[in-house]
């Protein structure tokens, strides 16, 4: 099992920027992909960024050029630097391990409005 806690989220203005975390514990390997999810309201969960232990990095569309995301030496925090944000990207934003499909935090909150 694993366990998933996000942060970092909040209230930002288009244009503005956010680094959100996820801390992952528990039986996670260093090999584990893990994975940035946004789900927006009355819209599907959406895989916004990935990244392996070796630091191989996946991007949606909608986020390339805007969003970074990376893994700490430990590799068991996750990392989502969010710059030049639109209000559109306003979701409950969730880290996910690859490995764990049915395992999911609470998320966090971004909201992106003037």
């Known amino acids: 099992q694993v366990q998933l806690v996000e942060s970092g989220g909040g209230l930002v203005q288009p244009g503005g920027s956010l680094r959100l975390s996820c801390a992952a514990s528990?039986?996670?390997?260093?090999?584990?992909?893990i994975g940035w999810y946004r789900q927006a309201p009355g819209k599907e969960r959406e895989l916004v960024a990935s990244?392996?232990?070796?630091?191989?990095?996946n991007y949606a569309d909608s986020v390339k050029g805007r969003f970074t995301i990376s893994r700490d030496n430990a590799k068991t925090t996750v990392y989502l630097q969010m710059n030049s944000l639109k209000p559109e990207d306003t979701a409950v934003y969730y880290c996910?391990?690859?490995?764990?499909?049915?395992?999911w935090g609470q998320g966090t909150q971004v909201t992106v409005s003037s």
């Open positions: 996910h391990v690859l490995r764990y499909y049915y395992t």
């Open positions: 528990g039986s996670i390997v260093s090999s584990d992909v």
């Open positions: 990244i392996t232990t070796s630091g191989t990095t």
